[in-house]
Structures are given as structure tokens and as C-alpha cells.
């Protein structure tokens, strides 16, 4: 087509849009296709057998170059897949485009056809004779109607033709018209796309080709809008979401995984296997983007989707649980869903969320992943069939001199995050094998106020049973029996020298604040001494007896003052089992659908 219209401003004709066979830019589009899922099947075989049985088999520098050499080989294919996939794409929206074009041609030629007008080549439309003239009483003369491309840069006239076939044929004109730029524009468009969608030269797949990779698809997504991102289900559940997926034919769940694996990979209800490989695509696309910039905060995120990607390439040790990748993004402090375990195949799913200066960065990449890895391979020693979550899905809030100060005292943060967090687990509901799955949601730190919130949110947080919450500052209920799953099911861990769990409230504040003016270790011991009073910052201690949820037992961990230095450690090794056996055991068990083993521990 482009070779006839030239541009958005070019003479293409009616004829030659009524005569384009959008069947060849399909066919087209389908051969792409079918390189795209042949690179993308020898990537797997590469990642799933060829790499993984060389480094079980073989030691020493030859395998070592085999497995890089292998590694490279892998990437040029995901490189292969991605952009072929975009090619198909665009191939295939330019003909819903054109065909949407000549639909709306060839019902304005049907109604002139109809009517016995003539369409000339130019796409003006010859009218006969009809009425009657106010003097003479004779047929009021034909005429011709030019058609206006863009009715709307055009002012009405005000003055209203008297022959009645006049306003029929300006219509005609008009959408002949119409339909005649539309194509046109899309053929311009289109033909931009597909000349930016070439390979560099060479065998490498450097860091820049995924920055263009990314900006190719960019491009591809804005112009396949009404072909394929309009239809994604966002404001459907995720139950309709799941039989959105399985309604579609295999050609069309490839096309939205080349083209929007962001969307599809994070959208709740899709099945798991399916997230994972959109959220593997779209990790090289979100690598590529940033790679392309130089600020900070790119510089951040960046250094956390490496370190997820070498997670994900790597074999996992003899023990350690798969890993799936649920979710991913950019957008906020950053997005990250890990899974260890299958969740939809697995009957005992829990989900972490984390809490206070959490964000997508290397620490997360390292620790609260490994937080849910530890968990998954205990869990799963207890039942084969447990997964374990690490879940950002929100915007934890981020103090810069942690918990010793208060200005990440408000609610705001957890109630969106609980929001989102409902919406997750209701997808882990929708997409599990298992007619009752056995759903636990861990809350740290602040992340405890986050699953407090979700609790508050009508009918609670969807299918969740059990309630793990470690170093809390409160979950903003006062009982434990306000969370929505019984006071047997809330489990709660709080070590001894954790001066999170023992946050004062907001009338102690007052002394807290004395205690900063002393400097951080003041502002600390004070809030570590304020016991005796059950209340913290967001409500009710939960290892209090007032609470009444089951404390389990946790080791009291580095005292907040130790010689020279002041340390908040104890804060962080609830789900360690080297630093905590006791604590780790507990939430593992709880995970694995057995908590009524969990040792309890007296409450506060």
C-alpha cells in the first residue's frame, strides 16, 4: 500500500482502497508469527535443557564458555521473538485498520449504488435531478458533492441545498472521504513502524537493541490500540479476566504477549505460567527503557530488574523452589511479584508483603526475595505442594532515617496498597487448580498495616484463611477477631529488641519526640522502653493479650544498642531460619497449612 499512497497527504484513491487484499498483509502477518514462535520455542530448549544439563554435567573452562557462548545464543532469540512478534503485530493492525476503512467505503458505495448516484474517481459523488422547483413545479436540477475528509475543520454554511438527493450525496462524499484519509494515515503510520523494525548487524544483542526493542514496541503498542489493547479486560474481574484468556485462539494470546507482555503480565486472574513468561518479555523491554536514561532513580530500579533477571537464568539449587515472575514495572518506587512454587498448581499459597523504605532495588532483589525463598523451601519440606509470594505490588513508604521517625505514620499507603493487594489474591483465587486453596497473607513491618488494611476492605481479603503478622507497628483493628478470619487464624511474631513493635501511639508521641531530640539512639530507646501500654502507632499491639491473636516465638535478636552502634537487626530476621529457627519454623508452617503446629509463646 505504501508504495501507492506515499504519505498522509498522498492521492490515494477509493479504487485502490477498495482493491488492497488485507488477506496478504495477514499472511504476512502469519509467517512472522511463525518465526516468532519458532525463536521463542529454541529459546526455551536452550534455557530449559541445553543450559541447565551442561552445567549439571560439566566442570571447567570450556563448559564455563559454552554455557556464556549458549547464554548469548538464548538472548538473540528472546531478541528474535520480540521483534518478529512486533513485526506480526503491526502487520495484523494495519489490516484491521484498512479493512475497518473499506467496510465503511463499501457502505457508501452500497447506499450510492441504491440511490443510482455515481461515484467519480476522484470520490465526488454525481447526484440526478429531484423535487420540485417553487416557481416552475420541474425537478430541481443534479449536481455533484465533493466529499470533506475532516467535517469538523469545515464551519456549516447555514444554507441548505433544495434539492433533496444533494444532502444524500454529501454524505456518501463525506464518508468516502473519511474513510479514504483514515486509510491513508494508517498506511503512513504503519509504514514508519515497519521501517524501524529492523535487527543491527551482527550476532550481539547489545544493551542498546533492547533500548530500541523498547522503544519499538512502544511504537507498536500506541498504533495496535483498537486492534488488541482496547480489548484487554481491565475493569472485569479476575475470574472474567481468566475466561477472557481461555477464550481466545493461540494466534491472539501471542500477539498480546509480543505486544503488551506489561499488560498481560500483570493483570490478575491470568494464569500464572502465562504472567510469568509476559513478565520474563517485558523484564528485557523494562531493561532496555531504563537503560536508556541517566537518572538516579532508573539507575536504582535498574540494578534490581538485573539482579531479578541473573535470579531467574540461574538453576535453582537442590531444595530451592521455582521461581515465577508475576509482575513487574516501573511506575511508582517500582512493582515486583516473585513466586517460589507454582501458586495455581500449589494448594498452599502465601503471600508476603513487605513494608517500611521497601522499594524496587538491589536490597529488595536480594533480601525480600530471599525472605520468600527461605519460606517456600521450608514450607515445601512440610507440604510439596506450598508457593510462596514476595508481593510490591504498592508504594510502601520510604523515610529516609527509617522508623525513628514518625512521618510515615499515615494510612494512605496501606489502604491503596491493601486495595491492590485484594485485587492479587482474588486472581490467585480465580487462576488455582484447587476448588479451596489453603491462602495465607504475611504482613512485615509496615506491610502488617497494609494486610490490616486489606482485611477492612468489603468481604476481606479474597480466600485468605490465615494472617501472619511479624514486626508490626500495629494493623489498625484493636482484636484480632476485627481482621476477618478468626483470632486462631492471626499468627503474630515479635522479637523482644524489634523497636518496631513497640512503636508508641500517637499520645506518647509527644515523649518519643524528646527521645529524637537526643539523636536517633535516643529517639530509639525511647520507643523501645515505651512498655506497658498495648497501644502502638496503628492501633493495638498484636502481641499483646489484648490483641488476642497466637504469638509465636521469635529470638530476641541484636539488642537496639550494642557496643558502639545502634541497630535495628532484630527488625529484620523473623523469616531467616539461620538467625531465626524459631520464628522461620512458624511462618513456614503457617504457609504450608499447618499452623495448628506452631509453639505458641506467651503474649505481651
Known amino acids: 500500500m505504501s508504495g501507492r499512497s506515499g504519505g498522509a497527504g498522498s492521492a490515494l484513491t477509493w479504487s485502490a482502497l477498495r482493491e488492497v487484499k488485507c488477506a496478504e498483509l495477514e499472511q504476512a502477518a502469519d509467517g512472522w508469527g511463525r518465526v516468532s514462535n519458532r525463536a521463542d520455542a529454541v529459546r526455551d530448549r536452550i534455557e530449559g535443557e541445553l543450559l541447565p544439563g551442561l552445567r549439571d554435567t560439566q566442570k571447567g573452562e570450556a563448559p564455563d564458555a559454552a554455557v556464556r557462548g549458549l547464554r548469548r545464543l538464548g538472548t538473540n532469540f528472546q531478541y528474535i521473538y520480540t521483534e518478529c512478534g512486533l513485526l506480526r503485530t503491526t502487520l495484523n493492525s494495519l489490516a484491521h485498520e484498512i479493512k475497518t476503512q473499506q467496510r ?69 462524499a463525506d464518508r468516502v472521504a473519511q474513510a479514504v484519509r483514515a486509510a491513508a494515515d494508517a498506511d503512513w503510520r504503519y509504514a514508519r513502524i515497519l521501517r524501524s523494525l529492523k535487527a543491527h548487524e551482527g550476532l550481539g544483542v547489545p544493551v542498546a537493541t533492547w533500548t530500541d526493542a523498547a522503544a519499538d514496541a512502544a511504537a507498536v503498542r500506541d498504533a495496535a490500540r483498537g486492534y488488541l489493547k482496547d480489548a484487554i479486560p481491565h475493569d472485569a474481574s479476575p475470574a472474567e479476566r481468566k475466561a477472557w484468556w481461555a477464550g481466545l485462539t493461540d494466534e491472539q494470546r501471542e500477539e498480546y504477549l509480543a505486544v503488551y507482555p506489561d499488560q498481560i503480565g500483570n493483570l490478575d486472574g491470568i494464569p500464572a505460567l502465562v504472567r510469568d513468561a509476559a513478565n520474563r518479555d517485558n523484564l ?19 540494578a534490581a530488574l538485573r539482579e531479578i533477571d541473573r535470579q531467574l537464568r540461574a538453576v535453582p539449587d537442590v531444595g530451592q523452589p521455582p521461581m515465577y515472575l508475576l509482575g513487574i ?17 500449589s494448594r498452599n499459597v502465601a503471600a508476603y508483603v513487605p513494608g517500611l523504605n521497601t522499594s524496587l532495588d538491589k536490597e529488595f532483589a536480594e533480601g525480600d526475595l530471599k525472605r520468600a525463598r527461605d519460606t517456600a523451601a521450608a514450607a515445601r519440606d512440610i507440604d510439596q505442594s506450598s508457593a510462596v509470594i514476595t508481593w510490591l505490588g504498592y508504594d510502601a513508604p520510604q523515610s529516609p532515617d527509617g522508623w525513628s521517625s514518625l512521618a510515615v505514620a499515615g494510612s494512605g499507603r496501606a489502604e491503596a496498597g491493601g486495595r491492590a493487594f485484594n485485587g492479587f489474591m482474588a486472581g490467585l483465587v480465580a487462576s488455582n487448580d484447587h476448588a479451596d486453596p489453603n491462602l495465607t497473607a504475611i504482613g512485615h513491618s509496615y506491610g502488617s498495616r497494609t494486610v490490616g488494611a486489606a482485611t477492612q476492605e468489603e468481604g476481606g481479603i479474597p480466600g485468605v484463611t490465615d494472617i501472619v503478622l511479624v ?22 511474631g515479635a ?52 490483641f488476642g491473636g497466637r504469638r509465636f516465638g521469635a529470638d530476641d535478636g541484636p539488642p537496639l544498642i550494642g557496643p558502639g552502634r545502634v541497630t535495628s537487626d532484630a527488625h ?6 539461620k538467625l531465626d529457627s524459631t520464628s522461620s519454623r512458624s511462618i513456614a508452617l503457617i504457609a504450608a497449612g499447618r499452623g495448628e503446629e506452631v509453639k505458641p509463646e506467651r503474649p505481651r
Not at 454525481?126 to 466529499?147: F, M, N, Q, R, V
Not at 444533494?166 to 454524505?171: M, N, P
Not at 511508582?332 to 507454582?342: D, E, F, L, P, Q
Open 284 to 302: 528485557q523491554l523494562l531493561m532496555g527503557k531504563l537503560e536508556g536514561r541517566d537518572d538516579a532513580d532508573s539507575a536504582t530500579k535498574l
Open 495 to 546: 522479637a523482644e529488641n524489634d523497636v518496631v513493635t513497640k512503636l508508641p501511639d500517637s499520645e506518647h508521641a509527644v515523649i518519643s519526640g524528646l527521645g529524637r531530640a537526643l539523636g536517633p539512639a535516643g529517639s530509639l530507646a525511647v520507643d523501645l522502653v515505651n512498655g506497658g501500654d498495648a497501644d502502638l502507632w496503628f492501633g493495638t499491639d498484636p502481641a499483646s493479650e489484648e
Open 471 to 492: 514486626g508490626s507497628p500495629g494493623v489498625g483493628v484493636d482484636r484480632a477477631e476485627d481482621l476477618g478470619v478468626g483470632r486462631d487464624h492471626v499468627y503474630v
Open 572 to 577: 529484620s530476621q523473623y523469616f531467616d531460619p
Open 104 to 172: 465503511v467505503l463499501q457502505g457508501a458505495l452500497d447506499d450510492a449504488a441504491a440511490l443510482r448516484f455515481t461515484v467519480q474517481a476522484d470520490g465526488s459523488v454525481t447526484y440526478p435531478a429531484a423535487g420540485e422547483g417553487l416557481i416552475d413545479g420541474k425537478p430541481l436540477a443534479g449536481g455533484t458533492a465533493s466529499g470533506v475528509p475532516n467535517p469538523g475543520m469545515v464551519p456549516p454554511s447555514g444554507l441548505v441545498a433544495p434539492n433533496p438527493n444533494a444532502g444524500k450525496a454529501q454524505d456518501i
Open 329 to 345: 514495572g516501573d511506575q511508582g518506587n517500582g512493582r515486583a511479584i516473585v513466586s517460589y512454587g507454582n501458586p495455581d498448581t
